[in-house]
Nanobody
Framework: VQLQASGGGLVQPGGSLRLSCAAS????????VGWFRQAPGKEREWVSC????????DYANSVIGRFTISRDNAKNTVYLEMNNLKPEDTAVYYC?????????????????WGQGTQVTVSS
């Protein structure tokens, strides 16, 4: 599967963005999908994940209540809705996928990665 992340941009603190992770090839319905981010000078960190089939979701503590992950199987796309953005959310955001029925969110879970989209939160 090939993944294309998009939707990043420059937004003011308190603003919103919706990232998309579009897949080409096999349907994402059979894939667990995760979002990760990497800020300058920092290691990549997990943000959120959604399981295949059951659609179980999980979030990093830093984004709970502000970010929502969802999937649209008809569009073969997973979204990350980001609200009340903060400067510390600034990073390159990556989506990743793995064909598994298990609900796993660690970076090692995912074999397929998109190219990343830049999110900058600044006034």
């Amino acid at each position: 599967v090939q993944l294309q992340a998009s939707g990043g941009g420059l937004v003011q603190p308190g603003g919103s963005l919706r990232l998309s992770c579009a897949a080409s090839g096999p349907t994402l319905e059979y894939f667990a999908v995760g979002w990760f981010r990497q800020a300058p000078g920092k290691e990549r960190e997990w943000v959120s994940c959604i399981s295949s089939f059951e659609g179980i979701t999980d979030y990093a503590n830093s984004v709970i209540g502000r970010f929502t992950i969802s999937r649209d199987n008809a569009k073969n796309t997973v979204y990350l809705e980001m609200n009340n953005l903060k400067p510390e959310d600034t990073a390159v955001y990556y989506c990743a996928a793995e064909p598994t029925a298990h609900h796993r969110c660690s970076e090692a879970t995912y074999a397929y990665w998109g190219q990343g989209t830049q999110v900058t939160v600044s006034s």
